[in-house]
């Protein structure tokens, strides 16, 4: 089984999810990219666009506009100029 990937995303006024995940699919300015754990490090701009967030069964999705994703050998981070979560339908 494969290990969980270490996912944080920030906003200027809070953090707004912190955990460890199965993957997370972000909107890059070059194009969306997924992250698993153990993934290569790398930074990039994101544009706008939604983080959905996977662990499990579970899914959660975010609204961002905009900001940076940073991947480490720690995990990934997004800092993001806004992220609101989107609502279950």
Same mark, same amino acid.
């Given at each position: 089984?494969?290990?969980? $990937? ?5 906003? !200027? ?6 955990? $460890? /995940?199965?993957?997370?699919? *972000? !909107?890059? /300015?070059?194009?969306? +990219?997924?992250?698993? *754990?153990?993934? =290569? !490090?790398?930074m990039? =701009? ?14 959660? %999705? +975010?609204? %961002?506009?905009?900001?940076? *994703?940073? /991947? #480490? !050998?720690?995990? $990934? #981070?997004? $800092? ?7 609502? =279950? =339908?």
């Amino acid at each position: 089984m494969a290990g969980k $990937l270490s996912f944080s995303l920030v906003s !200027p006024e809070r953090e707004v999810f912190n955990g $460890l /995940v199965d993957q997370v699919d *972000a !909107p890059g /300015v070059e194009g969306d +990219f997924g992250v698993l *754990a153990a993934h =290569a !490090p790398f930074m990039t =701009a994101l544009r706008e666009g939604q983080v959905t967030v996977y662990d499990g069964a579970n899914k959660r %999705v +975010f609204t %961002v506009h905009g900001g940076f *994703a940073d /991947v #480490t !050998p720690a995990g $990934l #981070t997004i $800092l993001a100029e806004a992220a609101t979560e989107v609502a =279950a =339908a």
